[in-house]
């Protein structure tokens, strides 16, 4: 039987980290292929727990209570997973807690934090950049969004080189380097991966009751068998459409839909699970674009479809008009984070969560990407051997208690309903994928429409025409690249 992912949580996620610039993930077979057996494996666990190595802090490091302050918004796992003031008896929090607790008595350091109650993507990019451009040690950890911030606080030097931070290990298994070189566009590194940083992929939420009742293959075996593929989940989507209230007009307040989504980023994720990135890095370290391709073209036509047959509910905005939701039992698939699980707890349909669907089964493996938010340290900082050992003590006790914690009971505790989910879970985590495009460029000029395509092209325009498409996005996209690595280079030659 396959080791639990939270049996060796750290070397597991080292292993799921399958990056686009790296080797060939694994074949499917070698996560789960087969239904949980329900045996537990503790012997198995205890052992892969032992074995874990020490980390190699100098004892005798005092830092005299001085501050370390981290500075995040109100958004997705920050909200929840990141911070605890006090212990309230919450499993999750108590362990934050306590990790908190260990670091600063180790060190004799004074943890600090500032959650920005704005949900805005730009809160915290434009609160630490005034403090960097004025040298004032202010924070001395910043947690971005995945993509609001990247590009610019690389670019314009506003980042410290994580290569030359004194006490972190990168080779040690509680920090991710494939990631992180995969974030290196340049000379230098400046987004620290490591199991500080919890991952929140998006996955499928799936309404059981409508499985049963319109007598669907069982999504979960199609999973296991390798077969969940973009092919079956449109078929199924395209199945439960419905004018339930014959008006002719389909309406989420009174239809059913196959799939939605809160937001539109959530659709990206077909793209990568299919295997398709929009760059590619080249021999000599650089990115290029990677989209035009044959599978992308597909993707794109076959979304059009769906959006041409109503077989996609689009609310107007996240936060504005009509969220159709599993619990009205007129929604097959629901698109979400990790943490949307939180809101679906008093649900009473029966529902599960699936990963992504492959392109086709001759794809190897399914692709889970990350959404999670990237940590950097400002230039700012006067002290980079208290920060480091910050950093490094904080990823080596994030993996000894608050990670195993953060698998085990929220999200196989919590949030999974059956056993079948768990072990979608430990799918979803083994094949955790990063597109560094999207990350850098997500929002830029002629990236935003690549990176967006389902959604921007396929959905809204309903079109297939992927060629024109990229067309015209691609001599944008490309100068998007050429400007960054021209401002990149003048602040690393300096």
């Not at 610019?152 to 931070?165: I, K, P, R, T």
């Not at 009971?409 to 994928?433: H, P, S, W, Y």
Request: with cysteine; aromatic share 12%; proline share 4%.
């Amino acid at each position: 039987m396959k080791t639990r992912l939270s049996a060796a949580l750290a070397a597991t996620l080292l292993l799921a980290a399958s990056l686009l610039s790296c080797a060939e993930p694994a074949d499917v077979s070698d996560i789960q292929t087969n239904a949980p057996d329900n045996t537990p494996d503790t012997v198995a666990e205890t052992e892969a727990v032992s074995k874990r190595p020490a980390c190699n802090l100098p004892e005798n490091l005092d830092f005299g209570g001085a501050a370390f302050h981290t500075i995040a918004f109100s958004w997705q796992g920050y909200l929840y997973y990141f911070f605890a003031d006090e212990e309230n008896g919450d499993i999750m929090n108590d362990a934050i807690y306590a990790r908190t607790r260990t670091i600063e008595e180790r060190l004799n350091v004074d943890l600090q934090h500032t959650l920005l109650e704005s949900t805005a993507i730009t809160e915290v990019p434009n609160t630490v950049k005034p403090t960097v451009l004025a040298g004032d040690d202010v924070y001395q950890q910043v947690l971005f969004h995945c993509i609001e911030g990247v590009s610019s606080f690389a670019s314009q030097g506003y980042l410290y080189n994580l290569d030359e931070m004194p006490h972190i290990d990168i080779n040690a298994e509680w920090w991710n380097k494939e990631q992180m070189d995969a974030l290196r566009l340049g000379e230098n590194t400046y987004f620290a991966v490591n199991d500080y940083m919890l991952p929140c992929p998006y996955i499928v939420y799936f309404s059981k009751d409508m499985i049963n009742d319109l007598e669907f293959e069982d999504p979960y075996q199609l999973v296991y068998d390798g077969r969940w593929t973009l092919d079956v989940f449109t078929q199924m989507a395209r199945t439960v459409v419905s004018d339930l209230d014959g008006n002719g007009k389909m309406e989420g307040e009174y239809d059913r839909f196959g799939v939605t989504a809160s937001e539109v980023s959530k659709y990206n994720s077909f793209v990568t699970g299919a295997d398709q990135f929009i760059t590619e890095k080249t021999s000599d370290g650089q990115i290029t674009l990677a989209i035009n391709t044959e599978k992308m073209l597909h993707i794109v036509e076959m979304f059009a479809d769906l959006a041409k047959q109503d077989v996609c509910f689009m609310p107007q905005s996240e936060y504005e008009g009509y969220h159709l939701t599993l619990d009205t039992g007129r929604l097959l698939f629901d698109l979400e984070t990790l943490t949307w699980a939180e809101k679906m707890r008093d649900y009473t349909v029966e529902f599960g969560f699936l990963p992504y669907p492959k392109y086709d089964e001759a794809q190897k493996t399914y692709r889970s990407l990350d959404w999670g938010g990237l940590m950097g340290i400002p230039l700012s900082i006067t002290d980079p051997e208290l920060v480091g050992a910050v950093l490094e003590l904080q990823a080596y006790e994030s993996g000894n208690s608050v990670l195993p914690t953060y698998y085990d009971t929220v999200l196989t505790g919590k949030l999974a309903r059956d056993e079948n989910a768990v072990k979608m879970l430990d799918i979803v985590f083994d094949t955790i994928c990063y597109e560094p495009g999207g990350n850098y460029f997500g929002f830029s000029g002629g990236f935003s429409d690549l990176f967006f395509a389902l959604s921007s092209l396929s959905l809204t325009q309903k079109s297939a025409d992927f060629a024109s498409y990229y067309a015209r996005q691609e001599k944008t996209a490309l100068k998007t690249i050429e400007k960054f690595y021209q401002s990149l280079n003048d602040v690393e030659l300096q």
